[in-house]
């Protein structure tokens, strides 16, 4: 079984402060990792996702996550936070051996203070 | 290129009716997934089709049903309305499946009254 647990249910941040999202995740096998945000009223969008090869993944608006196997931790961070970043935020997991279901954190919800 | 389309955006249904979601995926891609998004529970998988085949499904009840056509349009049915049937529920399509990355419509938010 994969599950994945985001420490924080509410994040706030000043306009230009460091954003850092987390996520820890656990699968039995190498996982597949994912970030998505959602704005109000809208679906998900993927920010990045971590299959194989290089543990630093960049993904879109400046997001960028480092999966970390011996902690088990996928993080997201941004160096300057915008006040469009403001939306919740959702880490989740693909063991690739289940089909193609993915299991989501709780999600965090992003304020961006000016 | 056209997004995943979801119809209605918005749907009002009374308890005990049933319902019927549209999904039109991206050209191309075969793989149309459906979650449930509720404040209480977050995101829960349904289902998930690939080429007119359910190949996984979620812990819910029969109640939830789904099928995809040749075109890898996707429908999902809800019988016998319950209130806690009332979501968001989006549908989700990727060339082969989650691994590679889905995207994801704008839901269709469902009102049981």
């Known amino acids: 079984a994969q599950s994945v647990t985001q420490l924080g249910s509410h994040v706030s941040v000043s306009e230009g402060a460091l954003v850092l999202l987390r996520c820890n995740y656990s699968?039995?096998?190498?996982?597949?990792l994912f970030w998505y945000v959602q704005y109000p009223n809208q679906g998900l969008q993927l920010l990045l996702k971590?299959?194989?090869?290089?543990?630093l993944v960049k993904g879109i608006n400046g997001f960028e996550a480092e999966f970390k196997k011996s902690e088990t931790s996928f993080h997201l961070t941004k160096p300057s936070a915008h006040m469009s970043d403001a939306a919740e935020y959702f880490c989740?997991?693909?063991?690739?051996?289940?089909?193609?279901?993915?299991?989501f954190g709780e999600g965090t919800q992003l304020t961006v203070n000016p | 290129k056209a997004g995943v389309t979801q119809t209605p955006r918005y749907l009002i249904k009374t308890r005990g009716q049933q319902v019927t979601l549209s999904c039109s995926p991206i050209?191309?891609?075969?793989?149309v997934s459906w979650y449930q998004q509720t404040p209480g529970q977050g995101l829960q998988f349904l289902f998930e089709?690939?080429?007119?085949?359910?190949?996984n499904k979620g812990n819910f009840p029969g109640r939830f049903s789904g099928r995809q056509f040749s075109n890898s349009r996707s429908e999902m049915n809800v019988s016998t309305l319950e209130l806690g049937d009332s979501a968001l529920y989006l549908c989700?399509?990727?060339?082969?499946?989650?691994?590679?990355?889905?995207?994801f419509g704008s839901g269709t938010r469902l009102t049981v009254v």
């Open positions: 989700a399509s990727s060339r082969q499946g989650a691994d590679y990355g889905y995207t």
């Open positions: 699968s039995s096998v190498p996982p597949y």
């Open positions: 971590y299959t194989t090869g290089a543990t």
């Open positions: 989740a997991v693909s063991d690739g051996t289940s089909g193609s279901r993915l299991t």
């Open positions: 050209s191309g891609h075969r793989s």
């Open positions: 089709y690939f080429s007119e085949t359910q190949r």
